[in-house]
C-alpha cells in the first residue's frame, strides 16, 4: 500500500462513508485533484460506518427546513440508485412507527405532519387493524408506514467506495492517524506516523475525533463530541420471525435518539437496541460543562438507559412493548457502536448537521444518524463549501 503522501491539493481525514464521500464528490467534480484520504484504523468502515443499526431512512424525523431533513431525502434517493449500480445488498423492506397507547397519538401526529412536510415518499397512517396486516406480531393503536425506508451494511457501500477512489487513483491510506495539524504557508499540514502531509485543503470527518482534531486546526472546543455507547441483542434466528422489517416507537422529540427498536439487518439479523449510554473518551468529555448541564436535566432518561445497558430483561421488556411475544430468553449475541454526538457547552445536544470552518480546512463537527444515509448529499453540501479553497 502506498505511503501518505508529503503533499497533496486535497487530504480528507477520516475513511467512514463521509470522507470517503467527500473524497469522491471532489474529486470527481475535478478529476486533476491530488488527493488522498487518511484513516487511522486497519480497514476503511471501523467507526460509526461500520456499527450501526444499518437503515436507510426515509426523512420522517427531523425539523422540516433542516439540513438532516432535506439531506436524509435526497441521500437515501441516491444510497438506493448507488446500491443498485454497484449490485450492493439492500432492501426496501419498510418501516413502522408505532403508538402504543393513545398518549402518543399526539407525537404521532407530529410526525406525520413532519414527514409529509420532509416529502417522504409513500408516507401512510395506519389502524391498529392495518399495522397488523404489515406486521402480524405488533401490537399499537396506530402506526406510520414508511415503504421508502430500507437497509443496507453501510460498511459494504463504504468499501465499494474506497475502491472506485482508488480505481481513479485516489489512495486511501490505512493506519494514518492524524495526530497534529499546522498551519503551513499556503497549505494545513498533517502530522502522522509516517512525517507529514502538506495538502492545499483539508476535510476533516473524524466521527468521534472531530472535535480535537478541529480543535488542534485552531477551531473552537464548542461543541465537544461526547460518545454515546449503543448496544444492540441479536434475535435468535429461530425467532427472527416476528419482525417482518423495522419496528420503531414513538420517540421523544426532544432527544436525537430514536429509540429502541427492532430491525432486520441485509444479513438476516434481527437486532433490539440500541441503548444510548455516555461513553466518555477521557475525563474531559466528563469535566466538559455542557456534560453535567445534560445530566442534569435527563437524569430520569439516563437511569432507564443504564438499566437497559446493564439488564438484558429491561431492554427485552422495552421490546415486548410493541411485540408481547418477545422475551428476555429470545436473545443471543449482539453487537456495539458508538455515537459521535455533539454536546454544546450549555448541555444542549446538537440536533442538526453541523459543518464548520477553519483555515485551509473543513471540520464536520456533528454528523450523527441520519448522516450515513444522507453521506452523498451531505458529501456535496461539503464539496460545495470546500471547492473555493480548492481554487
Ligand atoms: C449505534 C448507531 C446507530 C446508527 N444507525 C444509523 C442508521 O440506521 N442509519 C444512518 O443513516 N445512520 C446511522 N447511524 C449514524 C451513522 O453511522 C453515522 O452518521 C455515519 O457512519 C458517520 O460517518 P462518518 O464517516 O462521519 O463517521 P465514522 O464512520 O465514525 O468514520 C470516522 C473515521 O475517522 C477515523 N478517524 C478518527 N480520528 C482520526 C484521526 N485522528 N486520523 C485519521 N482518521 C481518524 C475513524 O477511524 C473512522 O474510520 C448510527 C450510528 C450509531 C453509532
Known sequence: ????????DLAVVGGGILGL???????????????V?????????????????????????????SLKARLCVEGAREMYEFCEREGIRHQRCGKVIVARDE???????ELERRG??????????????ELGEVEPHCRGVAALHSPATGIVDFADVARALAGELEA??????????????????????????GGETC???????????????????????????????????????ERSDLVRSLIYPVPDPSLPFLGVHLSRHIDGH???????????????????????????????????????????????????????????????????????QALGRDGKLVDDFVVSETERALHVRNAPSPAATSSFALARLIADRAEPGLD
Not at 500500500?1 to 497533496?8: G, I, K, L, N, S
Not at 443504564?306 to 443471543?332: K, M, Q, S, T, W
Request: hydrophobic share 40%; proline share 8%.
Open 270 to 340: 434481527v437486532s433490539l437496541g440500541p441503548t444510548a449510554l455516555l461513553a466518555p473518551r477521557s475525563p474531559g468529555d466528563l469535566l466538559w460543562p455542557g456534560t453535567s448541564r445534560m445530566a442534569l436535566k435527563w437524569w430520569r432518561t439516563g437511569i432507564t438507559e443504564i438499566r437497559h445497558a446493564l439488564n438484558r430483561r429491561a431492554l427485552a421488556r422495552a421490546a415486548a412493548d410493541y411485540v408481547p411475544e418477545i422475551g428476555p430468553g429470545d436473545f443471543d449475541g449482539g453487537f456495539a457502536g458508538k455515537r459521535a
Open 168 to 193: 481513479a487513483g485516489t489512495p486511501v491510506v490505512l493506519n494514518c492517524g492524524i495526530e497534529g495539524v499546522q498551519s503551513r504557508p499556503g497549505r494545513i499540514g498533517l502530522a502522522h506516523g
Open 116 to 129: 409529509r412536510e420532509n416529502e417522504v415518499p409513500g408516507l401512510r397512517r395506519l389502524s391498529a387493524a
Open 199 to 237: 495538502a492545499r485543503f483539508a476535510v476533516f470527518c473524524a466521527g468521534v475525533g472531530s472535535d480535537k482534531l478541529a480543535v488542534a486546526a485552531g477551531a473552537s472546543p464548542d461543541p465537544r463530541i461526547v460518545p454515546f455507547r449503543g448496544a444492540y441483542l441479536y434475535l435468535r434466528r
Open 37 to 65: 484520504v487518511l484513516e487511522r484504523g486497519p480497514a476503511v468502515a471501523g467507526g460509526q460506518t461500520g456499527a450501526n443499526s444499518g437503515v436507510i431512512h426515509a426523512g420522517i424525523y427531523y425539523v422540516p427546513g
Open 1 to 8: 500500500m502506498a505511503p501518505a503522501p508529503q503533499e497533496c
Open 103 to 109: 398518549s402518543e397519538l399526539g407525537r404521532l401526529d
Open 21 to 35: 464521500a467527500v473524497a469522491r464528490e471532489l474529486t470527481r467534480r475535478r478529476p486533476d485533484l491530488k488527493a
